[in-house]
């Protein structure tokens, strides 16, 4: 089952994930899967998917009822497939390997409760570029803009779905713009320091597609780490059954 440069990472509850040097994910991957909230009736999509992450990380308790997961290369949408498999879990999990610009006819439009997606962070031509096309494109908007994400995911939404983003706190202001423009309305929003002494490195945005302007909650920020460098109870928290292997495989905030 696993290829060259692979290996299987356990999230828990008995899922592993195939993971790789190009296809691993972060703490900020993590975050989102908590932060979206997601309930056993949910029909999920999940937008630039890598190998499969947050699919996994939803089914590992209380699975959604349908899960999507979007990704543009073949071998993390490969990846993804044989993870879903190794896992049994091909009735709840749907690898679909496509652009998320060209998704019309591919997955319903107005058909999902709930879309999450952990887009590229930085301006396209901003910044030091990673090694590898896949590298680029996970941290860069060389293919997949913010305004993609946003747009792509209020078409996806049923009247009253949610899309739950990730993002650095300098694209906020992006964000709720965007989401307004596309008739999704920013409705909870939480950001993430690494320490309680330093300021806040990403933020976690939830929109309600259809939804009234106004009433946006914000939640209290979220400290990864104690000052002596281990993870905070609420970390704990969040990582839950993952926390015995949490750093293995993760890298971010």
Not at 106 to 132: D, E, H, I
Request: aromatic share 6%; glycine share 10%.
């Amino acid at each position: 089952m696993l290829k060259a440069g692979e290996r299987l990472e356990p999230l828990g509850n008995g899922v592993e994930i195939i993971v790789s040097r190009k296809f691993a994910f972060t703490t900020d991957t993590i975050l989102l899967a908590d932060f979206a909230n997601h309930r056993k009736t949910d029909k999920v999509v999940d937008l630039c998917t890598g190998c499969g992450i947050i699919p996994l990380l939803l089914s590992r308790e209380n699975a959604p009822a349908e899960i999507k997961g979007v990704e543009i290369f073949p071998e993390g949408a490969d990846m993804m497939s044989r993870s879903v498999k190794h896992n049994s879990l091909e009735e709840i999990i749907t690898p679909v390997c496509a652009d998320l610009k060209e998704l019309k006819g591919v997955v319903p439009f107005g058909y999902y409760s709930l879309v999450t997606c952990n887009p590229p962070y930085k301006l396209s031509g901003g910044g030091v570029k990673s090694r590898g096309d896949e590298a680029l494109l996970a941290r860069h908007e060389e293919m997949c803009t913010l305004e993609d994400v946003i747009s792509v995911g209020a078409k996806l939404l049923q009247f009253g779905g949610r899309l739950c983003i990730c993002q650095r706190p300098e694209r906020l202001t992006d964000a709720m713009e965007l989401m307004r423009k596309y008739d999704v309305e920013p409705k909870r929003l939480r950001l993430v320091q690494g320490k309680a002494s330093k300021a806040p490195k990403l933020f976690l945005l939830e929109g309600k597609r259809g939804g009234k302007n106004g009433g946006l909650v914000v939640m209290p920020t979220l400290a990864v780490e104690r000052e002596d460098g281990g993870f905070t109870d609420e970390m704990n928290s969040i990582y839950g059954c993952y926390k015995d292997n949490a750093g293995s495989c993760l890298n971010g905030l």
